[in-house]
């Protein structure tokens, strides 16, 4: 079992920045590929990010690409998102996710945190 907890969400304006975290406890962190989601009310949930086990390769959804950076520290348990140049339409509730192998932009996930709120306002 891999526990996921989120945190560094909140309120900012169009144009600022953020950086979510994602604490991992449970399991041999470096073993599992990570990402991030996010859903509206009414949406799907939709692929952001994801990173591979050691961080050597990454994977962005065309709307946050050139604006999010995905990283991660296994010696920390921890990854992180870090989100510049944000739009209102980034507002969502993030999750983080980790999976074995290979990073996909689905929800085929194992494990799923709780989320974090982000609201961006115009």
């Known amino acids: 079992q891999v526990r996921l907890v989120e945190s560094g969400g909140g309120l900012v304006q169009a144009g600022g920045s953020l950086r979510l975290s994602c604490a991992a406890s449970g399991r041999t962190f470096s073993d599992y590929t990570m990402a991030w989601f996010r859903q509206t009310p009414g949406k799907e949930r939709e692929f952001v990010s994801g990173?591979?086990?050691?961080?050597?390769?990454?994977s962005y959804a065309d709307s946050v690409k050139g604006r999010f950076t995905m990283s991660r520290d296994n010696a920390k348990n921890t990854m992180y998102l870090q989100m510049n140049s944000l739009k209102p339409e980034d507002t969502a509730l993030y999750y983080c996710?980790?999976?074995?192998?290979?990073?996909?932009?689905?929800?085929?996930?194992?494990?799923w945190g709780q989320g974090t709120q982000v609201t961006v306002s115009s």
């Open positions: 996710a980790a999976r074995r192998f290979g990073i996909v932009m689905t929800d085929y996930y194992d494990y």
């Open positions: 990173i591979s086990w050691n961080g050597g390769s990454t």
